[in-house]
């Protein structure tokens, strides 16, 4: 039997669970620090154990690891390193669907010579758009072709039947991430030049994109591209971008809500428990004063009377300014039974063929989640988790050390596996 122990019992690990579960060789073990929601999960599954662990005590998380053969962490993703070294520790492999970053990357000297692997960003973003860029980036090399521009643009959103709200968004789980994304800056490459954009302005110009003929989106750019041009071995590429997708208008209203400073993630002494009420409406005069802003745009305005910010309900004493207006957010924000939410990934690429012609390859995932079931983010983040899980545990994964689903040992088994489960990039050629 191959035993493998899942932390984390959130939304992400039940299409996880499900595709595991279809090999009767393996055996789970769902470890979460709320045992009733790994209790809820694994009810009904008889090779599957629900567990409590704070990943934070070294000593109960090190016995786990040991008593499994492969350990996926769905944890936040700060606590990726303190698994990796009791991976390391034990001689047990560890897949996540998070970014690889400076921690985990150090272990990688310690995780060769121990004969593990840490397998990062095998999710959707990151994860399922490395599978399907790689892809196409190893073909045009193999037929000597070269990539003169990526870009990579993706996002979760509610569907369209279900985008009946100002803020053409909803969320699945806490909304505070989804904000403090907005807070940081962005470093990409456009025509050889290195465009870096402070976080002030990350949402001041927004790119218009027609995904397909019937669904118009806007973007951002996320974080920093550039990194991925190694990563992706794209040493001719002049345009390098990766991006975050949104409903047309979630830009302008968001930058408005940050400049005013709904975003603040300092301490405010005003907010702590047991303080005098303020209200929303009290505040927001007083920052608008502050920040010197005369006026509010008409549709922000009325995006926060809808959450009932523009009357006298007090703000949440939850500590900070984006504490409580996640509050507000969470409140009204949610999918309603019945509404589904939606996956869109578009790879774009401009490509210089052999012979000098040039064609503009597309590579579009469109997802939907299914009412009243597993929405497309827990199945485009969860599914190709468990696959690289599987095929780790089938020795398909021959590389150790920390690493990411950049080769095509990875990448060609586990995007026909998605395709056999309905998650298919579809690609289309324009030429230039």
Known sequence: MARILVLGAGFVAGPLVSVLMRDPKNELTLASQFLREAEKLAAGRS????AEVNVQDASQLGQLVADHDVVVSLVPYQFHVLVARQCIAHRRHLVTASYENAEIK???????????TILNEIGLDPGIDHLS????????????????AFESWCGGLPSPTSNNNPFGYKFSWAPRSVLQALLNSATYLKDGELIHIPAENLLRNPVALQVDEHLQLEGYPNRDSVGYREVYGLREVQTMLRGTLRYPGFCAMLDECKAVGLLDVTPNAMLQPGQPPVSWNDWLA???TVNNIKVLSLETEQALAWLGMRGEQPMPQVGTVIDAFCQELLAKLRYAPGETDMVVLQ??????RSNGEREWRYSTLICEGEPNGPTAMAKTVGIPCALAVQLLLDGGI??????LPV???IYQPILAQLGNEGIRCEESVLMA
């Open 286 to 288: 007083a920052a608008m």
């Open 106 to 116: 150090a272990l990688n000297a310690e995780a060769k010579s121990v004969g593990i």
């Open 47 to 50: 090779r599957v154990n629900a």
């Open 347 to 352: 790879h774009r690429f401009l490509i210089q």
């Open 398 to 403: 021959a590389r150790r050390g920390s690493i």
């Open 133 to 148: 860029a790689m892809k196409i980036i190893d073909e045009v090399h193999a037929e000597h072709g070269k990539v003169l």
């Open 407 to 409: 080769t095509p040992e």
